[in-house]
């Protein structure tokens, strides 16, 4: 009975929340001052759009890119960031896991040490916060930001925009740096509050299971 339930358990939760790319972006034709995603989830409320702090003015090529990135460190008062915004369709929830994306520059702006670049998030577009701890890249190439550590950034409900403001510093105070063509892509769950029909079976029969334990106990 204990395996049963253990089970149905597992098999809820996997049905509650399970982490998929919920939004991605690829960048064919010459850098833009903001653009949709390619794709996104269903059930995120709007359209979710790239755009650009004044600090971090679009630069030609392909790709996503900019030669406003400093050499100043990492700072939330800075202008030179990237931006998203989602939001959680009503009747249901956002959580966060990763972002992942493809990045190239100038080859001043990112040799060793490399490129020091962090995501932030907030909750009214003013006040900022810093995503764990920056990831250094050198040279091109792929790199990815965990933010399944974050609790702010789980089960976000409908009534609340996460603001996502990426942010880099690297070897150069005029280096391009940005994503690739190949761009970047959200990692998460967006989830209904309440259960859907196959996962409320799922927890009808975990229930039906205790019962009949304590049943069978006395």
Known sequence: MKKL???LMVFAIAAVAQAEVIATWTFPVSSQVSQDADSQDANLA???TLTRGAGAPATTGA?????????NG??????????????AATGYELSLNSISGDFAGTSTFSPTPGVSHQWAYSFDDSSYTLIDNAVSRV??????????????????????????????????STGGWGFTSAGFS????????????????????????????????K
Do not use: C, H, W
């Not at 790709?63 to 400093?70: A, I, S």
């Not at 700072?75 to 939001?87: G, K, M, R, W």
């Not at 998460?188 to 304590?214: D, H, K, N, W």
């Open 5 to 7: 339930m253990a089970v």
């Open 63 to 71: 790709g996503f890119r900019t030669t406003g990135f400093q050499n």
């Open 139 to 172: 040279g091109n190439g792929t790199s990815d930001f965990d933010f399944s550590g974050t609790s702010a950034l789980q089960n976000i409900p409908a009534s609340s925009t996460v603001y996502l403001r990426y942010y880099a510093s690297g070897q150069t």
């Open 186 to 217: 959200v990692a998460g769950a967006v989830t209904q509050t309440i259960p859907e029909p196959a996962t409320m079976s799922l927890l009808g029969l975990g229930a039906l299971a205790m019962v009949l334990r304590r049943k069978m106990k």
């Open 46 to 48: 709007g359209t979710v």
């Open 74 to 87: 990492i700072n939330v008062a800075n202008t030179d960031f990237y931006q998203i915004s989602l939001a």
